[in-house]
């Protein structure tokens, strides 16, 4: 099969792909990428309330200061703030509580091996 190529200037220059095009980035930690280097990346889940989710949606979170650690052989993510809700009543979340990190068994097994052998900081980079 011949492919005919054509004259016509075709951009080359590519951005990298977006791993979730469909999914929108809430919040980001830019300055992550230059106080560390980022060795590997893994996806989890995160153990949210009600009034969380509805903040996280219209926008209110911030993980500039946050950072992972292992309490009881699980993953919790610490100093995420997520704001109160704006139309929440009483039963509102307390904005800086710590929340689990949902990854499956052998993904923590693999990065507590990690973070034994060197001194590792886990970190939050993306929040979609």
Known sequence: MAVKKSKSKVN???????????FKTIATNRRA?????????????IALSGTEIKAIREGRVNIGQSFARFIDSEIWLLNAHIAEYSAGNLANHEPTRNRKLLLKTKQISNIRQELKSAGLTLIPLRLY
């Open 33 to 45: 990428r230059y106080d560390y280097e980022v060795l590997e990346q893994y996806e989890a889940g």
């Open 12 to 22: 080359t220059k590519r951005e990298p792909a977006d791993p979730h095009p469909f």
